[in-house]
């Protein structure tokens, strides 16, 4: 079936760095656009980051802008969120998320998430 | 960049109707998407589109949109509809896309 695996995520002190991986399956991997978006605790969604399906294109949210790096290796089916000098304020949930284009944008298919925690 | 704005709460009574609204300035040129969040749980996509639901979603769930608002409507709510739901859409200012506030509905 349809399906996306995070991992990746833990504890990391401030000014740290971590890298999360999403394993995707059930589906051509290379024909998606692919999302990272996360959730604080208690708090709403936030998109964080999406890459072409090709890596031609990449965009990033202005809170994590020239911290993260999106990135997908289309003949591993994973898609990579490399977060470097993180804050207090990036602890959340980060799930992955495909990225449907047909009759408008959305977010089709979520995994479950993986907690990152910085904290000292 | 845009923002969506949702009301915080809403409840329902067992299979009566609710409406769920987002607004902002992005919902004048870029559809909404809806998704629905239980605790602990991943969000789910219910809504896309002009009004279209992924396989599996309950035709009991249906979107329209007018002007800079979107709508989520739930007819004949059912106990397992309790949830947060979250709008979202693409963006032409600052981030390519934005999330609502988020809604939390509960079935009374």
């Known amino acids: 079936q349809v399906q996306l695996v995070e991992s990746g995520g833990g504890l990391v002190k401030p000014g740290g760095s971590l890298r999360l991986s999403c394993a995707a399956s059930g589906f051509t991997f290379s024909d998606y656009y692919m999302s990272w978006i996360r959730q604080a605790p208690g708090k709403g969604l936030e998109w964080v980051s999406y890459i072409s399906s090709s890596s031609s294109y990449t965009n990033y949210a202005d809170s994590v802008k020239g911290r993260f790096t999106i990135s997908r290796d289309n003949a591993k089916n994973s898609l990579y969120l490399q977060m470097n000098s993180l804050r207090a304020e990036d602890t959340a949930v980060y799930y992955c998320a495909r990225i449907t284009m047909v009759r408008g944008d959305a977010f089709d298919i979520w995994g479950q998430g993986t907690m990152v925690t910085v904290s000292s | 960049s845009s923002e969506l704005t949702q009301d915080p709460a809403v409840s329902v009574a067992l299979g009566q109707t609710v409406r769920i609204t987002c607004q902002g300035d992005?919902?004048?040129?870029?559809?909404a998407s809806w998704y629905q969040q239980k605790p602990g749980q991943a969000p789910v996509l219910v809504i896309y589109g002009k009004n279209n639901r992924p396989s599996g979603i309950p035709d009991r769930f249906s979107g329209s949109s007018s002007g800079n608002t979107a709508s989520l409507t739930i007819t004949g709510a059912q106990a397992e509809d309790e949830a947060d739901y979250y709008c979202?859409?693409?963006?032409?200012?600052?981030?390519?896309?934005?999330f609502g506030t988020g809604t939390k509905v509960t079935v009374l």
């Open positions: 992005s919902l004048r040129s870029y559809y």
């Open positions: 979202n859409s693409r963006d032409s200012s600052g981030n390519p896309y934005v």
